[in-house]
């Protein structure tokens, strides 16, 4: 919309017909993250004039941490290149088909393995796939570290010191004590409809733990999560499914039980070996990429995180009750050094200005 005003003020300016002073933002979609702050004429000029690029569009698919991604990205992009910013919310679904048709422009945080087109579409260059986000994300069957090895400060001594993989749940079924039947142990497992639960339920016959265990279907994530929670706050022993990065995982000292090493794809669905990480992208549409190259290599393809500082972040939204925007500012300030690693000197350095003002 702006571009189409800036053509209309140099044609009236030419011929000298009168001045435009001003003109209307155009208006963005309502989303669940808050937008972000742009910088102070004062503090720090962008780099290129608003009217010179297109707006960049994220996807918000709906879960904490792309929209604290987008926020960190839509800071920058505001800041550090002078570009409007917008979000728009959907399905992984709708929010990847959007991208591919360039009513989205930006995707921070696309999990491949979701997306059974994914690989053809890079390939066909329907979408450019600029880095890696992150990709030590991991999932499988966790403790709390204190049952493996105590927690003195607690007064909690080891329940299963020899605990390690998998396999070894077999003996110590006791400490997990299926509380509504004595005869076995307990394992909390995926929610049923997910297909992470086939995986989980293929390895608990797999290792032969149906012997000694109770594969017990928390009913959702929320119970999933507070179960995890309740052990956690009295110091009782707890195995079941969980997956980073996520509030859970950042809040608690988890350890996930070693597994064989990753094979394939049968081998995994056998619940053979462990689960294999999945790197989580950033795309942009080809379209975008012509109109903003300088924002899409200098930034974007060098923009990366790690599940746990997204699980650190995550932890701070939920703990403090802040907005996107203000968890964006909030990280920069706590990891400066990432600022260096995404951007050139200048545009850090606009960075820099934009969060102290």
Known sequence: MKKLFSIILVILMSLSLFAITSCADKETPDTSAEPSASVPAETAEPSAEPADL????????GWDSIQFHNAVMMFIAENAYGMETEQISGSTAVTYEAMKSGDITVYSEVWTDNIASYDEDVESGSILEMGINFDDDMQGLYVPRYVIEGDEERGIEPMAPGLKTVEDLKNYADVFADPDDSSKGRILGAISGWAIDDVMRAKYEYYGLDEMYNYVDPGSDAALAASFAGAYEKGEAIVG?????????????????????????????????????????????????????????????????????????????????????????????????????????????????????
């Open 54 to 61: 297109p707006t960049a569009i994220f996807a918000d698919a």
């Open 241 to 357: 499914y969980y997956w980073e990065p996520t509030y859970l995982t950042g809040k608690y000292d988890l350890v996930l039980l070693e597994d064989a090493e990753y094979i394939d794809d049968e081998a995994f669905l056998a619940g053979e070996t462990e689960c294999p990480a999945v790197p989580l992208t950033v795309c942009v549409n080809p379209d975008f990429y012509a109109a903003a190259p300088e924002f899409c290599d200098e930034f974007c393809a060098n923009y990366s995180t790690s599940s746990a500082l997204t699980a650190e972040v995550v932890v701070y939204i939920q703990d403090s009750g802040v907005n996107m925007t203000e968890a964006a500012i909030w990280f920069m300030q706590q990891h400066d050094e990432l600022i260096d690693e995404w951007l050139p000197a200048d545009k850090a350095e606009l960075v820099r200005a934009a969060l102290a003002a």
